[in-house]
């Protein structure tokens, strides 16, 4: 059994895509990933098929009832979850998200992944970010990157940071973003290089149903 916790270095560069391809590398490969995603904002329940998690219970192949197993705090603004769950008056209990994250990963076969929010240091309540979930939870991690100018310094910056927090990074997944006007494997060199001993894989920009790229194989091999 094995858990990884996924995060990145902010939103929206690919954590739900990167996940969405092990799972189904996974299941070409006659395994078993699963997923959950404790805390989404910008979430609206009309719209469930292009949300995280409703996007996660696809690739599972799980039905829509399952919703509250995978992801417990939903809130509609899309803002940080912080900034989110004030605006409903419902803030999020950080010791409940832990104790839900870890009854994930206790008795889970195969691979569970649990998708953080936002990037590691975006605040979950008045006290605690990413980075305090990360470390209560000590899982290895995966930190997914973009492709975009301007990436390198942020993943960077994130690395250190990880790393002040004694957090094991298993790779680094440089997402390639839309439009990017530096080359993908250029990218992924310049980080490795100042990235120690962590991996760095580059995953080219697909086409939504493409079969499983085999980067995915590479990364699930660290795992
Ligand atoms: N390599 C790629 N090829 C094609 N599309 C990609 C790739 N990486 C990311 N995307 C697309 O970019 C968009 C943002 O990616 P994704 O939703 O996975 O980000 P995220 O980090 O999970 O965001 P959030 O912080 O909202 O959870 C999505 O439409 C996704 O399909
Ligand atoms: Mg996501």
Known sequence: MTAIFVTATGTDVGKTFVTVGLIRYLCTAGRAGDAIKPVVSGFDPQDLASSDPGILL????????????????????PLSPAM???????????????????????????????????GIMV?????????DWMSAMRLPLLLIAGSYV???SHTLTALQVLARRNLEVAAVVVSESADSAAPLEETV????????AIEVIGIPRLPRDASPHPAFGRIVALL
Not at 58 to 76: E, K, M, N, Q
Not at 106 to 118: N, P, Q, S, T
């Open 58 to 77: 696809d690739a599972l192949g799980r039905p829509a009832a399952d919703l509250d197993r995978i992801s417990r705090w939903r809130f509609a603004a």
């Open 84 to 118: 989110a769950a004030r605006r409903e008056g419902r803030p999020i209990d950080f010791n409940a998200l832990i104790d839900f994250s870890r009854r994930a990963v206790v008795g889970h076969r195969d691979i569970m992944f649990i998708e953080g929010v936002g």
């Open 123 to 131: 605040p979950i309540d008045d006290t605690h970010t990413v980075l």
């Open 150 to 152: 301007g990436t390198m």
């Open 189 to 196: 060199a310049t980080i490795a290089r100042f990235a120690d």
